[in-house]
């Protein structure tokens, strides 16, 4: 059981590290750059960032939340209440993160991504961008908070 345990949790973790990342990358990076771009370029770079990625992130995304919650089940089925309770607050951050992104980002993404794929200027471009930029910040620390709760699980395992 510590096996299966300790597997689910290294693939959380490592799952979780791709949404992780690419979060933080868009915090510190994308963000920035594109608040020097006009709105065409705003437009096109994050309407094709966006379709990439909402066709390609979702398989580490749904890989990650469900090692987590698997990783709650067999620490709790085991008896092992510090990995169980760690993974279940990574559980509900990931879940959390999930609602932020369905409610704030997922529609920006859309509306940029088919801009984009129209060769169009977004309405409201840099609106959108705000929009999506004032929950990267949160994105970014539940998900810190979930690869936390996972390597306290994987510590206590």
């Known amino acids: 059981m510590e096996a299966l345990l300790q597997t689910l949790a290294v693939v959380a973790t490592m799952a979780n590290a791709v949404v992780y990342g690419t979060d933080v990358f868009s915090a510190l ?15 096109s770079a994050m309407g094709q ?24 089940a067999v620490a709790a089925v085991d008896g092992k209440a510090v990995p169980a309770v ?39 471009a840099r609106g959108l961008q705000r929009t999506w930029d004032s929950v990267i910040n949160a994105r970014v620390a539940l998900q810190a908070l ?12």
């Open 146 to 157: 979930a690869l936390g709760g996972m390597c306290v699980a994987l510590m206590s395992s």
């Open 49 to 72: 960032t966006h379709r990439f990625g909402d066709q390609r992130m979702p398989v580490p995304g749904v890989f990650g939340l469900v090692a987590t919650v698997a990783t709650v």
């Open 29 to 43: 990076v994308q963000r920035p750059a594109m608040a020097h771009v006009d709105d065409v370029v705003l437009t």
């Open 86 to 124: 760690a993974a279940g607050v990574a559980a509900v951050s990931l879940v959390v993160w999930l609602a932020i992104y369905n409610k704030v980002s997922a529609p920006v993404n859309k509306e940029l991504t088919g801009a984009a794929l129209d060769c169009r200027v977004a309405p409201d």
